[in-house]
Nanobody
Framework: QVQLVESGGGSVQAGGSLRLSCVSS????????MGWYRQAPGKQRESVAT???????NYTDSVKGRFTISRDNAKKTVYLQMNSLKAEDTHVYYC?????????????WGQGTQVTVSS
């Protein structure tokens, strides 16, 4: 079955760094767009960063210049390097895999990993 398993979350001081990892199984990883999303209590889940099969990336404005998404197809893993962390980055972060083929869409989610940034 399909699984996306996140790791690397934790608690850090403002200005610190974390690297999140998401290891996939059960999918042809190389053909999926991968992404990291986050959700705070009472808010909608939002896209933090995505990376396509060709390596094209997108970031939400609040993390540009601080976060970097990357992927290793051989390891079927997507990473999110988080630098210069701020208290506002405190969220549960979710790994996402998405594939579109014509009108057909396949989407998978990890269970999330908590990131807490203390001021």
């Amino acid at each position: 079955q399909v699984q996306l398993v996140e790791s690397g979350g934790g608690s850090v001081q403002a200005g610190g760094s974390l690297r999140l990892s998401c290891v996939s199984s059960g999918i042809l990883f190389s053909i999926y767009t991968m992404g990291w999303y986050r959700q705070a209590p009472g808010k909608q889940r939002e896209s933090v960063a995505t990376i396509t099969t060709s390596g094209s990336t997108n970031y939400t404005d609040s993390v540009k210049g601080r976060f970097t998404i990357s992927r290793d197809n051989a390891k079927k893993t997507v990473y999110l390097q988080m630098n210069s962390l701020k208290a506002e980055d405190t969220h549960v972060y979710y790994c996402n895999a998405e594939r579109r083929l014509g009108g057909r869409v396949s989407v998978y989610w990890g269970q999330g990993t908590q990131v807490t940034v203390s001021s």
